[in-house]
Each structure stands twice: as C-alpha cells, then as structure tokens.
C-alpha cells in the first residue's frame, strides 16, 4: 500500500512539474511573440521617422537649390550624396518610400546638372580597358556619415581647377595607379597621397581604432569609384600588438630592407593576400602597428606609402589573373598586427552589407 502510495505521490508531482512547465513554455512563447511584435513595431516606427527626416532633408536641398547661385552647388552636391547613403542603408522592406526618395534624389541630380556651367560640368571617366585617367592638379576626400559607428570616404580630382569646381569621382584604376605609378597619366600624385592619408587621418580623429573597407572591384569593373568606409570597433581598440604569427614573413633576410612585405595567407587552399609593414629595426625605434588607425598615426610616411604602393601592386596581381572580384579590407581580430586583405571572397563583410554582394 505505502509503494502503491508512493508511486502515486511520484506521478502526481512528475504531472505537475509537466504542467508547470507547460504553462511556463506558453507564457514565454506569447510574451516571445508579443515582445517581438512591440519590436517590429518601434523598428517600423523609427524607418519611418528615418524617412521622414530624409524627405525633409530633401525638402531643403530643392529649396536651397531653387534660392543658390553656382557657387554653392557643391555644398547641395555633399548634402545629397550624405542623404544618397542614408537612403542606400534602409531596409529593403520599404521598397516603394526607398524608391520615391531615389527618384527625388535622381531629380535634384539632373537640375543641378542643368544649373552648372558648361565648363563646370565633370568629365565622365572613360570606360575604356586602361581607363587613361583625367587631368587635373587637385584631389580632395569628401566624408560622410552613415551612422555612429560608420563614415564612408570617396576622393574627387578637379578637372578644371577653378574655385575647386568640376569634380570627377577618382576611379579604382585611377587609385591604383596613383600608388604604383609616380608619373601616372595627368593626376597628381602627391596631391592624391594627402587626400588618401588625409583620409585616414580624419577616420583616426572620429574613431581610436576601426576596420577599414573597400567595396569589391574586379578587372572589368576598374571605371568605378573609388571609395571606402571605416566602422569603429572597440576589440580593436583594446588589444596589444603581438606579431608571432607573422615572424616567419617579417624575419628573412630580403625583408629587413623592406618597408612592407607580402604573402599569402596559411589557409589551404590560400584564399587571400596579406600585406604588413615591416619592423624597421634598422631605424632604433619601436613602433606600435597593432591595427590600421596606430600604423597611420605614427609609421613614418615613407613607410606607409610604401605599404600602399605594395597594397596596389598586389591587388593589381590578382585582378589580372581572373575577372574574379576581390575584397581590399582590414579585419585584425585573429593576428594583433596591421595588416590589410585582398580576399577571394566577403569573409570578413558582415558589418557592413552594402560592400558585402559583387553584382
């Protein structure tokens, strides 16, 4: 009687705990589903003041526009092409206010074109298989702010040098042959390497540390613009520079001379290019090149040109031998030493979607 009891007792508590349980599973799944509905909501709400900001925002540049005389169209140009990648960054849920606002801007863009002076109408880069670069004596970096954490960088040459009118955006071709090449075609080297540096200083001035990175570029795809975006990162920030894995490239005798050096990366198949600035012990100085934002801020710029001039020369390499794209970009979270990647492939692309697909 008293096991009889016993196994009563057992299965009455082993029926309430199942019951318990239950109830806990469907009190959780509703707030789980309540919690997530208030989530789409508040997410819905904000694109939609995103949009409205953005509508506004356009508001006031058709309005500037209809009130400017030519010599403010370039501050419009700025604003529009900052609104452009706000727009370019919704989500793609809200496919017809995304495309009001492209039409918007596609409108604005051709009245400012129709209000520019014949001579300060830029000069499209041809789309030709050298992609022969344009003349010009002045190159520039124009910034602009995607969000807290994200700024993207484009580079404009002015073809007609007068009053810094006439922008033409610098193509990939142009910005490798900038690097490699000190007598490249009419732009001025030392013009572009400040824009470039001065580029790389400003993203230090906005973030202590980041990843820096390229949109993906082909052989045949060289016409397009060149362009960048850093995204701060606080892991980076936080490390210590530690360079074991690499002793073996940084230590042989036909480096030491070197500024910066390359090689393939151990994986097997090999599916990317590193590039990293030597150690430069000949010169008696320790130098911290634990990420992008310390190499810039304080390698010598000998050095730092030299590394690009490498960057360049590399990238060139492995657009030739295919029609493959190739990622230019930094990630640094797996070796603590300054390195910069041509990869085959988006690896290391998913904080930042829009440089993520080859199309």
Not at 38 to 63: P, Y
Not at 118 to 133: A, G, L
């Amino acid at each position: 009687m008293n096991y009889d009891n016993s196994r009563k007792k057992k299965y009455w508590i082993a029926g309430s705990l199942l019951i318990i349980v239950s109830i806990i599973g469907i009190v959780y799944y509703v707030f789980s589903k309540d919690n997530k509905k208030q989530s789409q909501k508040r997410e819905k709400e904000q694109k939609s003041v995103d949009i409205q900001q953005l509508k506004t925002q356009l508001n006031s540049v058709k309005n500037e526009l209809s009130k400017s005389n030519t010599s403010q169209k370039s501050q419009l140009e700025d604003k529009l092409t900052e609104i452009e990648n706000k727009v370019k960054n919704l989500s793609s849920l809200d496919k017809p206010n995304i495309k009001k606002l492209e039409e918007e801007i596609k409108e604005i863009k051709e009245k400012l074109e129709e209000n520019k002076p014949d001579k300060d109408k830029p000069k499209k880069n041809p789309k030709s298989k050298d992609n022969p670069p344009p003349t010009s004596s002045l190159t520039k970096y124009i910034c602009t702010k995607i969000n807290d954490n994200t700024y993207k960088y484009r580079f404009t040459v002015d073809n007609n040098n007068q009053n810094c009118r006439g922008y033409d955006e610098v193509s990939f071709g142009n910005f490798l042959g900038l690097l490699k090449d000190p007598n490249y075609g009419g732009l001025d080297k030392d013009f572009f390497q400040k824009a470039f540096q001065g580029a790389l200083k400003d993203a230090n001035s906005k973030f202590p540390a980041y990843f820096w990175k390229c949109p993906p570029v082909s052989q045949k795809a060289l016409d397009k613009p060149f362009e960048f975006v850093v995204i701060k990162s606080k892991s980076l920030e936080d490390i210590s520079q530690d360079y074991y894995s690499f002793v073996p490239y940084l230590t042989q005798p036909n480096v030491k001379k070197l500024s910066a050096t390359s090689f393939p990366n151990n994986r097997n198949p090999s599916d990317a290019i590193l590039v990293i600035p030597t150690l430069r012990p000949a010169s008696g100085k320790k130098y911290d090149y634990k990420n992008i934002s310390q190499f810039t801020k304080s390698a010598p710029e000998e050095q730092q040109q030299a590394l690009w001039k490498l960057v360049a020369e590399k990238l060139s390499e492995e657009l030739s031998k295919d029609n493959a794209p190739r990622w230019l970009n930094t990630h640094g979270l797996g070796v603590y030493y300054f390195h910069v990647r041509i990869d085959e492939s988006n690896r290391y692309y998913s904080n930042y979607k829009e440089y993520e697909k080859w199309e």
